[in-house]
């Protein structure tokens, strides 16, 4: 369905939702970031978003983002990619070196990979804790009850550019309250940035206080 439709023409239709969503909860649309998620999309119609102005970009996996993006980012360097999937503490200096935002923090292992990378690197970039706010088995995550002394841990022990928290709500759950755990967290540790809410309820998100929606099928199309 959506995909036959140009993808600038999504892209337009998205960002006038975000807007809408954002006058409705009396936000400021301009608080609210768009993340393209591009994985798994095909070259052009991320091409098409990128020439369309767009520049913030999120990919789960670091090997398919660094195969991707080497050929964009010198076309388009002022383009900016989020990691958003989960990552293993042996790609660690790879993910740091490549990516401007790492969204996916959520264990000490990976704390200290991430900070021993950014030493070697000279630099880190941006960090998010994930917190797997339905407490689910098979999701990565911090548990909401660790999500507190994690954030500490992160910022103190570590040293980590912590700027926000990401989650993603259990698929067959109402995601308000998943959101309003995820802001509540944040409020109470002093993080600004809330990444939450993907093409299925970046809306509902965005009343809870997101900052970033993270929006892949929606904008691209179905996954190929
Ligand atoms: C794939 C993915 C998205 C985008 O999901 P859509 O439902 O296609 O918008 C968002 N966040 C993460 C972490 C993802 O892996």
């Known amino acids: 369905m959506r995909s036959l439709t140009p993808v600038t023409i999504e892209l337009d239709a998205i960002r ?74 042996n790609k660690a200096r790879e993910a740091v070196a490549f990516f401007d935002a790492i969204d996916s923090l959520d264990r000490p292992k990976l704390a200290a990979a991430i900070a021993e990378a950014a030493q070697k690197e000279g630099a880190c970039p941006d960090i998010l804790i994930q917190v797997n706010t339905g407490e689910e088995a098979q999701k990565a995550g911090v548990a909401p009850a660790d999500a507190d002394a994690f954030i500490a841990e992160a910022r103190t022990t570590y040293g980590l550019p912590v700027k926000g928290l990401m989650c993603i709500p259990p698929v067959a759950e109402e995601p308000a309250m998943h959101f309003a755990l995820l802001a509540k967290i944040a409020a109470r540790n002093g993080l600004s940035e809330l990444s939450m809410g993907m093409s299925g309820d970046f809306e509902i998100a965005i009343r809870f206080g997101a900052t970033m929606v993270r929006v892949g099928s929606a904008l691209f199309g179905t996954r190929t």
């Open 16 to 89: 006038s939702r975000i807007a809408d969503a954002a006058r409705a909860a009396s936000r400021d649309p301009a608080t609210i970031d768009l993340v393209a998620i591009s994985k798994q999309q095909p070259e052009t119609n991320v091409e098409a978003v990128l020439r369309a102005g767009h520049r913030h970009f999120g990919e789960n996996r670091v090997q398919e983002a660094m195969a991707r993006w080497s050929a964009f980012k010198p076309q388009f360097p002022d383009a900016r990619l989020r990691l958003v999937g989960p990552l293993q503490s």
